[in-house]
């Protein structure tokens, strides 16, 4: 599967009126293709911190920056693509085996990342050449 295969940019509803905006964002298929098991969000980095710098062998994600800016850079080995998340009604969706470097947060950046699966060390590489080799045993 080639990387352009493995990401998604979704656009989720504003239903807001005079009063603010609202978005929603649901699991199950509906906005998303999973069953969100795990929430987390990074704020306070800066524009020189990178987060990230991993793969995870089954967990699948979705960001949003629902508070100022940052980048994703995505990288499977043979072609890298960066996203830039600015909208807070911006998804990025990531497929499992996609390396991902988080980076350039403005000040008031708050990531949000909704997860398929629960933490397990287990399941992240966190060294890129690993990374590359089991994209190649994968390949086999």
């Not at 005079?18 to 298929?29: Q, S």
């Amino acid at each position: 599967m080639n990387l352009e295969e493995q990401y998604k940019i979704i656009e989720f509803a504003d239903f807001g009126d005079e009063r603010g905006n609202l978005v929603v964002i649901e699991g199950d298929g509906m906005d998303i293709p999973f069953d969100i098991k795990r929430v987390f969000y990074i704020y306070g980095s800066d524009s020189e911190v990178v987060r990230g710098s991993h793969a995870n062998r089954e967990t699948e994600f979705l960001l949003v920056n629902v508070s100022g800016t940052s980048k994703v850079r995505l990288a499977d080995g043979s072609k890298e693509i960066i996203v830039e998340l600015n909208k807070p009604r911006m998804g990025l969706y990531i497929s499992s085996m996609v390396w991902k470097d988080m980076y350039d947060f403005s000040k008031d950046s708050v990531l949000l990342v909704l997860a398929s699966r629960h933490y397990d060390a287990n399941e992240y590489i966190r060294d890129f050449d690993e990374y590359l080799s089991e994209i190649q045993k994968g390949k086999k």
